[in-house]
């Protein structure tokens, strides 16, 4: 069993719809971070959560330490939303950063 | 715009040869790690480097290897290429004291062994 776990894998959405993706941890932490990663590779940083929830623009992260669970809602989809969506979780390894842990991702697409 | 560049974008070797991957970090990113991105799959951890020494390693074999230099860059070098090598390869960033919240990602090497 993965360490960190997503879900749905994949997600089809028209475009103004909510969205909803989910991770799942196993492992204590401190944070979580929410990635997005288009077709081509590049991987962009959405949010670093550690409690409560974050917002940025109509992108919105929750997280409930207890329960080892975090959500990332994208409101009013566009199809300009469509990537990877991966949720990646520290692990220590020693000196100045952790590495991460990366779920498999959730690919999302958003139709017009 | 990324702060850290990665070359090449993509490249194709032949089973059995050589790659050397490389990757330009922030100016004071003193920690870099390399990730291995197989198709459909979350990136996994390969090492990390500090202070142009490894720090980390995950579950790869030794024909992965790495140097990270005194300018910010670094090297990801695979000896004996595999077919199962085919990836995506990522390095990211980060400058001392700021963890995951100063983690810089590159674009990515796709890399093709045929």
């Known amino acids: 069993k993965n360490e960190v776990e997503q879900s749905p894998q994949n997600l089809t959405a028209q475009e103004g719809e909510f969205i909803t993706i989910n991770c799942s941890y196993s492992?204590?932490?401190?944070?979580l971070h929410w990635l997005q990663q288009h077709p081509g590779g590049g991987i962009v940083s959405l949010f670093m959560?550690?409690?409560g929830k974050k917002k940025h623009g109509r992108l919105i992260a929750t997280i409930n330490i207890q329960e080892k669970h975090s959500s990332l809602h994208i409101t009013a989809s566009h199809p300009r939303d469509s990537a990877v969506y991966i949720c990646?979780?520290?692990?220590?390894?020693?000196?100045?950063?952790?590495?991460?842990?990366f779920g498999t991702g959730t690919l999302l697409a958003v139709q017009p | 715009e990324t702060g850290v560049t990665q070359s090449p974008t993509h490249l194709i070797k032949t089973r059995g040869q050589q790659v050397t991957l490389r990757c330009s970090s922030q100016?004071?990113?003193?920690?870099v790690s390399w990730y291995q991105q197989a198709l459909g799959q979350g990136p996994q951890f390969i090492f990390q480097y500090y202070r142009e020494e490894e720090n980390g390693r995950g579950n790869f074999p030794p024909r992965f290897s790495g140097l990270q230099f005194p300018n910010y860059s670094s090297e990801l070098n695979v000896n004996a290429l595999e077919l199962d090598d085919s990836a995506l390869y990522l390095c990211?960033?980060?400058?001392?004291?700021?963890?995951?919240?100063?983690?810089?990602f590159g674009s990515g090497t796709r890399l093709t062994v045929v």
């Open positions: 990211a960033s980060s400058a001392p004291g700021q963890g995951l919240y100063g983690y810089t």
């Open positions: 959560l550690s409690s």
């Open positions: 492992v204590g932490i401190s944070a």
């Open positions: 990646a979780v520290p692990r220590g390894y020693g000196g100045a950063t952790n590495k991460l842990i």
């Open positions: 100016s004071g990113h003193n920690t």
